[in-house]
């Protein structure tokens, strides 16, 4: 996905729960991805807080591809990557998991 960060122009964009802000965001939580796969193939990722995860019964891993990925997804956001990364102290690697610094 791509977005059009005020900061940084078109960048990649990522979806994220709600408490995982980049403004004034405490750069030590715990941030839980949340990888779906179809064929081998990534089709959907999520990256949320350990407290929005364990609020609705998430966990982190790689998973099947559902038909849905559940009420939950309702509340999460976009986000560009390199405020992200910036925010939070860290960095995704090459499998879209989060590495904190």
Excluded: N, T
Excluded at 11 to 22: A, C, K
Excluded at 51 to 76: C, N
Excluded at 84 to 93: M, R, S
Aim: hydrophobic letters at 40%; one cysteine or more; charged letters at 25%.
């Amino acid at each position: 996905m791509i977005v059009v960060c005020k900061v940084h122009g078109p960048q990649s964009g990522l979806m994220i729960s709600p408490d995982l802000g980049v403004d004034a965001s405490d750069p030590h939580v715990e941030i839980v991805d949340l990888l779906y796969v179809y064929d081998g193939v990534l089709a959907w990722e999520f990256h949320v807080s350990s407290e929005f995860a364990q609020a609705h019964g998430l966990m982190a891993g790689v998973e099947p591809l559902p038909d849905q990925p559940g009420e939950w997804a309702r509340e999460l956001r976009c986000c560009c990557v390199k405020c992200f990364e910036e925010a939070h102290g860290g960095q995704f690697d090459e499998d879209h998991k989060w590495v904190q610094e």
